[in-house]
């Protein structure tokens, strides 16, 4: 069993940067993929980032891709993810989950927290 809570959401004005974390309970942290999504009012959730046991891969969508960051700090089982040059688009409730396989398909997550929104206004 993982637990997850996210924080650090907020408001920003577009070209603005928030920082993102995710707070794991569980001793098997290390051993899980972990992955950030999001999810914009009308729209299916959607791949965001992901990255790896040991941070040594990680994995961006398309359209976040040099803007934002994922990491990751086994000794404080924590996942964050840094997004710079953020854009109106990027408004959505972002969320993190845990996987012991990486996939871009949220089915394929098996632990979720609760969800961050993030407002970013032109």
């Known amino acids: 069993q993982v637990q997850l809570v996210e924080s650090g959401g907020g408001m920003a004005q577009a070209g603005g940067s928030l920082r993102l974390s995710c707070a794991a309970s569980?001793?098997?942290?290390?051993?899980?993929?972990m992955g950030w999504f999001r999810q914009a009012p009308g729209k299916e959730r959607e791949f965001v980032a992901a990255?790896?046991?040991?941070?040594?891969?990680?994995y961006y969508a398309d359209s976040v891709n040099g803007r934002f960051t994922i990491s990751r700090d086994n000794a404080k089982n924590t996942v964050y993810l840094q997004m710079n040059s953020l854009k109106p688009e990027d408004t959505a409730v972002y969320y993190c989950?845990?996987?012991?396989?990486?996939?871009?398909?949220?089915?394929?997550?098996?632990?979720w927290g609760q969800g961050t929104q993030v407002t970013v206004s032109s």
């Open positions: 989950a845990a996987s012991r396989l990486y996939s871009v398909d949220y089915s394929k997550y098996d632990y």
């Open positions: 569980g001793r098997t942290f290390s051993s899980y993929v």
């Open positions: 990255i790896n046991w040991n941070g040594g891969r990680t």
